[in-house]
C-alpha cells in the first residue's frame, strides 16, 4: 500500500501540473533488462512499469451458448482495480510516452507488443480473449488495442507514444465504468514465432485515474 501511495504522489507532482513533454528532449535511462519498461512523467524521469502474472481462466454457460448467445469467456484476471502505477487524471490531456526495452531495436514494435485496454469489475481488471458462441465456438473478444507509434530509443529499445487524442478517446467513451475507476491498461509481449496466448502470461501494466468530474 505504502508503494501505491508512493507511485500515486509521485505521478501527481510529476504529471498533474505540468505541460507536455517534448518527445525530442526525453533522456531517461533505458531499463536495464530486456522486456522492462518505464512509463517516462519528465524529459529526465520515470517510473519503471510492475509485472502482474495471471492464469487464463474459463467462465461457460452452455445452455446459453446451444441458443448461441455468447455467455461464456476466456479471460486474464488481475487483482486490484489499479495498478500499481496509476497516473493522476490530467494524464488524459497529455500524450504518454512508455520506453520498453527488448533485446534490441531492429524489428518492427508492432510486431512485438501491444496495448489493450481492461475491463474494470469491483476489484479486479479484467482482459477479455475470448467469446463462447454455440455456432461459431470460441471466437476472439473484440480488446479495442490502443494506437500508439513508435521509435527506436537508446541501445535496445523503443519510444512508445500514445497521442492525448486516443487517451481523450478512451476516457469519453467509457461511461459509467470511468467515472468509477479510470482507465487501466495491460502491455501484453508478444512471442516472436506466435501470436497465441498461453496458460500463464506477464503483463506490464499502468492506469490513469478517474477523471475529476
Do not use: C
Amino acid at each position: 500500500m505504502r508503494r501505491i501511495l508512493f507511485i500515486a504522489l509521485a505521478m501527481i507532482a510529476a504529471i498533474g501540473g505540468r505541460a507536455q513533454i517534448n518527445q525530442a528532449s526525453i533522456s531517461v535511462v533505458e531499463p536495464e533488462f530486456e522486456q522492462e519498461a518505464i512509463l517516462v512523467t519528465s524529459e529526465t524521469e520515470g517510473i519503471p512499469l510492475e509485472v502482474e502474472h495471471s492464469k487464463l481462466r474459463a467462465t461457460a454457460n452452455v445452455g446459453m451458448a446451444m441458443l448461441g448467445i455468447a455467455k461464456g469467456s476466456e479471460y486474464y484476471q488481475l487483482e486490484g482495480a489499479e495498478s500499481p502505477v496509476t497516473l493522476d487524471a490530467s494524464a488524459y490531456d497529455n500524450d504518454m510516452y512508455i520506453i520498453i526495452s527488448w533485446e534490441d531495436n531492429k524489428r518492427s514494435p508492432k510486431r512485438l507488443f501491444q496495448i489493450i485496454p481492461l475491463e474494470i469489475q469491483k476489484k479486479r481488471r479484467i482482459y477479455n480473449v475470448a467469446k463462447l458462441t454455440a455456432f461459431k465456438g470460441t471466437v476472439a473478444a473484440d480488446q479495442g488495442y490502443v494506437n500508439f507509434t513508435a521509435e527506436k530509443y537508446g541501445e535496445h529499445s523503443y519510444l512508445i507514444r500514445i497521442p492525448a487524442e486516443e487517451l481523450r478517446k478512451l476516457r469519453d467513451d467509457n461511461g459509467g465504468e470511468m467515472k468509477k475507476y479510470g482507465k487501466q491498461f495491460v502491455i501484453r509481449l508478444l512471442n516472436a514465432s506466435t501470436d497465441k496466448l498461453s496458460d500463464t502470461e506477464d503483463f506490464l501494466t499502468f492506469g490513469i485515474a478517474k477523471p475529476n468530474k
